[in-house]
């Protein structure tokens, strides 16, 4: 019997997992701490980099895109390095 057949005569369980009802405002932030240490810690802040958006062009993000992956840059050296042949060339 194939996997696809056994399963079809099961109900699924909802991916939703349901909130217990003696969770009140009040004891809600406790119920969610969990009160056991965490299994991921967070990254420590380096303020090395900083949100930079810009809209360009579909010519521009394919040729930007292909020639990062190409020499196997992430898209903030690509730019640190135009940057810098910008700076070396045309910088007053």
Not at 57 to 64: H, I, M, W, Y
């Given at each position: 019997?194939?996997?696809?057949?056994?399963?079809?005569?099961?109900?699924?369980?909802?991916?939703i997992a349901k909130i217990d009802e003696?969770?009140?405002a009040s004891n809600l932030s406790d119920a969610l701490a969990g009160g056991g240490t965490p299994t991921k810690r967070a990254r420590a802040k380096t303020n090395r980099t900083i949100p930079f958006a810009t809209r360009v062009?579909?010519?521009?993000?394919?040729?930007?895109r292909r020639i990062a992956f190409e020499n196997k840059l992430k898209h903030a050296e690509l730019m640190e390095l135009a940057l810098a042949a910008y700076k070396s060339m045309n910088y007053k």
């Open positions: 019997m194939s996997k696809l057949a056994a399963l079809k005569g099961q109900k699924s369980k909802s991916p003696s969770l009140t062009s579909k010519e521009f993000d394919d040729d930007f």
